[in-house]
């Protein structure tokens, strides 16, 4: 065998291709997956090695030696590698960065894979003992005390800094008293406890499982589909309990964990086995944790958002999605990937089978199962004898609404919570009102920067842009015309609660959404409150729409339904339907059944009527049918290319650039749309457009794409805009 002599590296900047360098003697056992430190222009970088080889096209002058080799073995291994190479391919994104949003950020940064574990703080037999209340006068640290006599004796920083403001002061004081004393923990906690025994499943659940289980060692992709309260997540964790018994992993991709706590506590609590949960909440050090422990199969379930889907799972037997709907499987900036097709790709390279599972699938993977590519699996009933909700449209045309509650709503509400219910009403708007406007001369409150309204926020009298953050005091008089009656039409979450604040003294309202549950341990509070009941009436934006149980609640009040039935993007209704199921959902799931009542002024709208009187799956037949005619996905396919500039001139030269460049490359199976200003032309003082190509296959579409994509950089027009690309758009905002 001829000597290896140079290695093909990725390094972590937006050019395409990779870069040869050259190999000492004692560098040459370096392997594909491992990182190494090299000097890119002026700049000393981490690089991962892609291929090695014998030669380079380079002429021996310009290839620079390899400074460092830092890892013995790949810190990716193949099927990653192979992963990402792929998803660099598809998503046309290079591949440096595509390798170095896989990696954690100390692996990025090129430190060592080895991890030190965590300071945690431990009750000494003293502490053990000692009654709390004894430190009375240390308000705070008798309150630590007793945490930590609840956490059965040991807490770690990062979940104090969760569940406390400012603890450090109080526990220095517990150690001076030799309460508690710091050493250095695990660096994740991965402690084995006791399983729950699962309930016995039924036959639906049975068959799921067993089908399943079935296909375990091929590529096969499952969807699950099911109303929320039909069991799906004690069929994820009956075939999960089966893999770790054969000394095997398993992935759980889930939306937004940080907001699902409960989740990832079923799952330790039925398994009796180390869970590692890598979300958004972890620091550096817990990530690489997770992440070597992960890749060493020291643990064997993973539960994470999108980007877990790096994690390297030597052992993977299976890749579970739950919620495979939701919009935040996508990356929405630099490398746009969405988890749930690279789960399926990473599925097919190393022959397992994925399980999608969902109350109201994606359109896409609804039609692949329809299409018997998908095998289709069915959940119809709710597991534990709960009845589905009852869904009502109330009809609000001429009726007195107050602060965005209609009369019959309220009166509803206060049934409801005669009879010992909880109540929980949805409002995809946070703040007091979405607007301010003069009543003499029709002033309102456009944000100088966005072409979007200032929200008003009545706490603190300031009006504020959600879509760029400005922020100004709400005037009290017409800044045009010095009218004095200024007005507020509509309501967010903020007008709702005062309102039925002042309507029903004796009730105890809670509010969740951003703005109230911005500090530390807010939100876990208040999920607390909802979940034993002690709040009776839930007033939340989406933040209570997905994944939460609040077996109490009997009613669900959805507000503002109308602004969703007339969205512009073409998948708005889509999305408001799968809204208006998951949040049905809530209502009704322990023995008291449910009650939906969706507020609207539009009652015979097509979609809510085929919502209401064919289920989500009436909705999606019809809503794919329309999908059909126009021409969108999943019957054919996007990729958009967005630019933005501080002059408006600046992006359509761009387009229209890139646009005539297109011509002599286009094929008649790909069509072109644009330049078109965006949707929302005006964000943050930038101007935005955006070009749109179409096609109905795949490969056409990206075969336009290779021999497009590379020139783009090189036009003229390129300095003054900032362009990005986005295959498969979820968002044509
Ligand atoms: P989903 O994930 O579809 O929302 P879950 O798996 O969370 O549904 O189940 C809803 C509730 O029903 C949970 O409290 C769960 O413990 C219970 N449950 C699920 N399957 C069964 C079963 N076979 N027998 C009894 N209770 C069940
Ligand atoms: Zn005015
Ligand atoms: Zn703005």
């Given at each position: 065998m001829s000597e290896v002599k140079f290695a093909r590296v990725a390094v972590p900047?937006?050019?395409f291709g990779l870069f040869d360098y050259s190999l000492e003697k004692h560098q040459q056992s370096v392997s594909p997956g491992c990182r190494v430190e090299v000097s890119f222009g002026r700049k000393s970088l981490t690089g991962l090695v892609m291929e090695t080889s014998?030669?380079?096209?380079?002429p021996a002058n310009k290839i620079k030696a390899i400074?460092?080799?830092?890892?013995?073995?790949?810190?990716?291994?193949g099927a990653q590698l192979k992963l990402l190479q792929w998803a660099a391919d598809y998503y046309h994104h290079p591949i440096g960065e595509v390798l170095f949003t896989a990696l954690p950020n100390l692996l990025k940064q090129g430190q060592s894979t080895q991890v030190r574990g965590e300071i945690i703080w431990q009750l000494t037999e003293t502490g053990r003992l000692?009654?709390?209340?004894?430190l009375k006068r240390a308000v705070k640290q008798s309150g630590l005390l007793k945490l930590l006599q609840q956490m059965n004796g040991i807490i770690s920083a990062e979940h104090l800094n969760a569940v406390i403001e400012n603890w450090r002061p109080a526990m220095q004081g517990l150690e001076a008293k030799q309460l508690v004393i710091s050493k250095e923990g695990p660096c994740l906690d991965i402690r084995s406890t006791e399983a729950i025994p699962a309930p016995p499943l039924n036959d639906e659940q049975l068959q799921a499982v067993t089908d399943v289980s079935a296909s375990l060692g091929q590529f096969k992709p499952f969807l699950l589909q099911g109303?929320?309260?039909?069991g799906k997540t004690e069929v994820y964790l009956a075939l999960v309990e089966k893999i770790i018994k054969q000394g095997e992993q398993v992935l759980v991709l889930v939306p937004e964990i940080s907001l699902t706590p409960q989740l990832i506590q079923r799952f330790k609590q039925r398994l009796g086995v180390p869970v590692a949960a890598l979300h958004s909440g972890l620091n550096d050090r817990q990530r690489l944790c997770a992440w070597t422990l992960a890749s060493e199969n020291k643990v064997q379930v993973v539960i994470g958002?999108?980007?877990?889907?790096?994690?390297?799972?030597?052992?993977?037997k299976l890749i579970i999605i739950d919620?495979?709907?939701?919009?935040?499987?996508?990356?929405?900036?630099?490398?746009?990937?969405?988890a749930r097709d690279l789960a399926l790709v990473l599925a097919r390279n190393t022959d397992i089978p994925v399980l999608l599972g969902s109350a109201t699938p994606s359109l896409e993977t609804l039609n692949n199962a329809l299409k018997q590519q998908y095998h289709y699996l069915k959940l119809?009933?709710?597991?534990?004898?709960a009845k589905p909700p009852k869904i009502e449209l109330l009809n609000i045309c001429n009726r007195p609404v107050e602060h965005g509650i209609s009369d019959i709503l309220l009166s509803r509400i206060k049934q409801h919570l005669e009879q010992q219910g909880q109540v929980l009403l949805f409002l995809n708007r946070r703040g007091y009102a979405p607007l301010l406007m003069c009543?003499?001369?029709?002033w309102t409150t456009e944000c100088p920067r966005c072409d979007a309204h200032m929200t008003l926020h009545h706490h603190n009298k300031r009006l504020q842009c959600h879509h760029c953050g400005h922020e100004r005091q709400a005037p009290s008089?017409?800044?045009?015309?010095?009218?004095e009656e200024l007005f507020s039409p509509g309501a967010g979450t903020e007008r709702i609660e005062q309102a039925l604040t002042e309507c029903l003294p004796d009730v105890s309202i809670s509010r969740i959404d951003r703005d109230t549950t911005r500090r530390k341990g807010e939100l876990n509070d208040k999920l607390a409150k909802a979940h034993s009941g002690e709040s009776q009436i839930l007033i939340g934006t989406q933040m209570l729409a997905k994944?939460?149980?609040?077996?109490?609640?009997t009613l669900v009040g959805i507000l503002n339904t109308d602004q969703g039935l007339?969205?512009?993007?073409?998948r708005g209704t889509e999305h408001m339907a799968q809204l208006i199921i998951q949040v049905a959902?809530?209502?009704?799931?322990?023995e008291k059944p449910g009650e939906v009542l969706i507020q609207t002024h539009?009652?015979?709208?097509p979609l809510l009527q085929t919502l209401l009187h064919q289920g989500y799956e009436g909705f999606a037949e019809a809503a794919l049918a329309e999908r059909k005619m126009a021409r969108f996905p999943p019957y054919a396919h996007l990729v958009v290319l967005r630019t933005e500039a501080s002059r408006k001139e600046a992006c359509m030269a761009f387009l229209n650039e890139a646009r005539t460049r297109l011509q002599p490359l286009s094929s008649a199976a790909v069509e072109a749309y644009g330049p078109l200003p965006a949707?929302?032309?005006?964000?943050a003082g930038r101007y935005r457009a955006q070009l749109i190509l179409q096609s109905e296959q795949r490969k056409d579409l990206h075969q336009l794409l290779r021999q497009w994509i590379p020139g783009l950089g090189k036009q003229?027009?390129?300095?003054?805009v900032r362009w990005s690309l986005d295959i498969d758009p979820q968002d044509m905002y």
């Open positions: 900047v937006p050019l014998q030669t380079s096209q380079l400074d460092r080799v830092i890892d013995e073995t790949p810190v990716l291994p000692l009654d709390p209340s004894e109303i929320t309260g039909s958002t999108r980007s877990a889907l790096f994690t390297p799972l030597p052992n993977l919620e495979e709907h939701d919009n935040s499987l996508k990356q929405q900036e630099g490398f746009r990937y969405h119809t009933r709710r597991a534990s004898n009543h003499d001369c029709g008089v017409c800044p045009e015309c010095g009218h994944g939460h149980d609040f077996p109490n609640v007339f969205s512009a993007d073409f959902g809530r209502a009704g799931r322990a539009h009652p015979d709208h949707p929302m032309e005006k964000r003229k027009t390129a300095n003054r």
